[in-house]
Structure formats: C-alpha cells, structure tokens
Nanobody, 133 residues
C-alpha cells in the first residue's frame, strides 16, 4: 500500500529555516500531486503547498509565498518543503499527502482549489514544527 513519511520538523527561532522531507511510495506510478498541510493547536487543517508529479508545477497558499519552496526529487521518491523566514504563526504539525487526481497546469483553477484536504487520499503521520524565541 502507499505510504508517506515526513521528517525534518523541529524547534526554530523566528526568522530561521527548516526543510521538511516527505518520502513517498508510488510517487512516479500512482500519484498526481503531493501536498503539504498543517494544523495548529485549536485550528483546522489547512493547505500550505503542493506540487504536480507530472510536470513539477508548484502551488502555494498566500501566507507562505516568497518564504516556502516546494520541490521534488523523483529518483528518491521524495518531496521537500524548504521553509525560510519562519514566523510563530507557522507553528503546527505538518503533514504530507498524496492525490491520485489533480488538475493539469493548463487548467485555469485558483491555487487554493488545489489545496483542499478532501482531494488527497493518502496521508503521513505528521512532523512538528515549532517557531518560538
């Protein structure tokens, strides 16, 4: 069965950086997109970023644009989330997830529509990111 395993979380000061990794089974065979989601205490889960496995096109929620970068290494079946200039509001458990269906880059849909949790079929266990002085 498909499996996703996150790593790279930790404690960092505001303005610092972390790189999260998601090791994905079936990355090149079954999944059309890999996404990163986060859930802060007392809040609902929200989409952060996702990447098409077909063409590598990245998508981001507005609050992380210019700070976070998603990338992939198909040979390693791994997706990364480089997080720079971290803020306290970035504190959350971060999850990676895989979607078996995903609009192509030519589809004129808003970025946020690609980051809805119900579109993703497989989920990792999560990794904690804490941004604090």
């Amino acid at each position: 069965q498909a499996q996703l395993v996150e790593s790279g979380g930790g404690l960092v000061q505001p303005g610092g950086s972390l790189r999260l990794s998601c090791l994905v089974s079936g990355f090149t065979l079954d999944f059309k997109a890999i996404g990163w989601f986060r859930q802060a205490p007392g809040k609902t889960r929200e989409g952060v970023s996702c990447i098409s496995t077909d063409d590598g096109t990245p998508y981001y929620t507005d609050s992380v644009k210019g700070r976070f970068t998603i990338s992939r290494d198909s040979a390693k079946n791994t997706v990364y989330l480089q997080m720079n200039n971290l803020k306290p509001e970035d504190t959350a458990v971060y999850y990676c997830a895989a979607a078996s269906d995903f609009p192509g880059a030519e589809s004129d849909v808003p970025d946020w529509s690609r980051l809805q949790i119900f579109e993703y079929d497989y989920w990792g266990q999560g990794t904690q990111v804490t941004v604090s002085p």
